[in-house]
């Protein structure tokens, strides 16, 4: 069984994922439905995955507030980045010939 303490970890870094996706999709809002969904879960996913390294490298808090802080941020800066490598593989286009 998993320890309480994980759990309320998860359930911050999915609060905190949640607002920064909400923010990405207000400053950036999709054109479509599908925009939508792969924009909402791309920052859901990377705001959960890099809410501790964000938190560490911003030094916030070692608190709740500071993990909801850094998964917010990692979810923010999720979908830019991969807007940012997109951009960027648009304009590297390989030979096909």
């Keep these: 069984m998993i320890p309480s303490d994980v759990w309320t970890g998860m359930i911050l870094k999915l609060l905190g994922s949640g607002a920064g996706a909400a923010l990405a999709l207000v400053f950036v809002p999709p054109k479509t439905y599908l925009g939508f969904v792969r924009r909402l879960t791309a920052s859901l ?53």
């Design 45 to 97: 996913i990377g705001g959960m995955i890099f809410a501790t390294p964000a938190r560490e490298f911003t030094r916030f808090s070692d608190n709740w507030e500071g993990l909801v802080g850094g998964a917010c941020l990692a979810a923010f800066a999720s979908w830019w980045a991969m807007g940012m490598i997109i951009r960027v593989l648009r304009l590297w286009k390989p030979n096909t010939e």
